[in-house]
């Protein structure tokens, strides 16, 4: 099976950068997705790496690192509609996603 | 209709009975999935179907069954519904299998008693 790993929890302060870190074990690698979930909602696209390095869209940036099975979610200048579950996803290699099971963020003001 | 719906809402359905959850999109996706969404296991992938006339096994399909005799319809069938169904159920669609991020339907809770 798949193995995603990712912190349960984390606080930040209004205004702050908060980093989610994922790893990942799986078979096959096509690329990784973050999600963004808030409590009682669907997911919803927030980004995608199959490269190395790092993407960044707006307040949000992915990083990716294959040969460490690593990436991260970087988060800034922190809004309380921030407040949600971040979830890491990964497309193996029969283009199956596997989820982490996600971590929540608490803005604080 | 815009995106993905997603019926019912929210059920609650006495055991061995069958239900059937439906599925909704309108963006001409060739790619369906089914997920359940438990606290602390993160979403798990029931069934999927990469293109109209298929269907394809996920990592929980046990006691599920699917259809997808069109593009835009994929109905989920629990057919003797079990306590351990309980859990939040989230339709989601791509563009095909390969490429392209899910789209995700409002999800159905459904609690089996």
């Known amino acids: 099976g798949q193995n995603i790993d990712q912190p349960t929890e984390m606080t930040a302060t209004e205004g702050a950068i908060v980093q989610i870190n994922c790893t990942y074990q799986?078979?096959?690698?096509?690329?990784l997705f973050w999600y963004q979930q808030h409590a009682g909602e669907a997911p919803t696209f927030l980004s995608y790496n199959v490269l190395d390095g790092l993407e960044e869209k707006g307040r949000f940036s992915s990083f990716l690192s294959r040969s460490k099975g690593y990436s991260y979610l970087l988060l800034k200048e922190l809004q309380m509609k921030d407040s949600a579950s971040y979830l890491c996803?990964?497309?193996?290699?029969?283009?199956?996603?596997?989820f982490g099971a996600g971590t929540t963020v608490t803005v604080r003001a | 209709i815009a995106g993905i719906t997603q019926a019912p809402t929210s059920q609650i359905l006495a055991a061995g009975r069958r239900m059937t959850l439906r599925c909704t999109q309108d963006m001409r996706h060739n790619a369906m999935y089914w997920y359940r969404q438990d606290l602390g296991l993160g979403l798990r992938l029931i069934h999927y179907s990469n293109t109209a006339g298929t269907t394809g096994k996920g990592e929980v399909p046990d006691g599920y069954s699917v259809s997808r005799a069109n593009t835009d319809d994929f109905p989920l069938t629990l057919a003797s519904a079990v306590p351990s169904q309980t859990s939040v159920y989230f339709c989601a669609s791509s563009y095909d299998s390969e490429g392209g991020e899910q789209f995700f339907g409002p999800g159905t809770r459904l609690t089996v008693l």
């Open positions: 996803a990964v497309r193996d290699g029969d283009y199956k996603l596997s």
């Open positions: 799986t078979s096959g690698f096509n690329g």
